[in-house]
Structure formats: C-alpha cells, structure tokens
C-alpha cells in the first residue's frame, strides 16, 4: 500500500493522511500520520474497498485493531479472550505461516530487481 497526502486548501481543515491500495483507491483519511494512525488507515481502506477483514489473528480467525503496546509501540492488538497484541506495525509478516513468508520475500526480491 501507498501512503497519499492531501493538502489542505482551507486553514480551517487540517491536512488528510491516505492509505491507498496500489490501483489508488483509498477510504476515508488520518490527520496524525503516526504508525497506529497510518495503519488505522490501511485497515479501514482494505475493509472499506475491498470488504475484507484484515489484519486477522490466525490463531483466533478474527479482526485485529491497531493501537498502542505497552511500551507505546504501535501493535495489532486481537481482541479475542483476554486480548493479546498479534505483533508491531509494520511486522505483519513475520505472523505468516514459512511458507507464505518466503513468497512474500521471493516478490519483494523481484520487485527490487
Ligand atoms: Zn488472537
């Protein structure tokens, strides 16, 4: 995904901070552009756009909530039970099964050239 930024012509209206998906479409749009802030963003373009629930906990099979960790990192956060944080921003792919992770890297790879 791509982080947009919208200016603001109207003082009054802060700037917008987007979450857009590669074709371009996003949904909605922070103020903050901190790590949860973004990821909020993300989270609610993907589900606004594409209907999909995501990130989801594995081991639970439900959405998981960007928020704060206990030392104020941005975690994904499962709300399942008592709760327990799936893993840092930006680290979602480390909670992929080796198989799936190893395809992620093999496409980065290529990307990369
Ligand atoms: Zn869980």
Same mark, same amino acid.
């Given at each position: 995904?791509? %982080? ?9 209206? +802060?700037? @917008?901070?987007?979450?857009?998906? #590669? ?7 922070? @103020? ?17 756009? %594409?209907?999909?629930?995501? +990130? =989801? *906990? !594995?081991?639970? &099979? ?10 104020? !990192?941005? =975690?994904?956060? *499962? !709300? ?6 799936? *893993? ?7 909670? %992929? #099964? ?5 395809? %992620?890297?093999?496409?980065?790879? &290529? !990307?990369?050239?």
């Amino acid at each position: 995904m791509r %982080l947009m930024w919208t200016p603001s012509d109207d003082e009054d209206i +802060p700037d @917008q901070y987007h979450a857009a998906l #590669p074709d371009g479409r996003w949904h909605d749009g922070v @103020q903050d552009p901190d790590t949860a802030g973004i990821a909020e963003a993300a989270q609610e373009t993907v589900q606004a756009v %594409l209907w999909q629930v995501w +990130p =989801v *906990c !594995r081991e639970h &099979r439900s959405g998981v909530h960007a928020g704060a960790g206990a030392d104020e !990192r941005a =975690v994904w956060w *499962c !709300r399942v039970d008592e709760g327990h944080e799936l *893993c840092e921003v930006g680290e979602l792919a480390q909670t %992929l #099964p080796g198989k799936q992770r190893r395809a %992620l890297r093999r496409k980065e790879r &290529r !990307r990369a050239g």
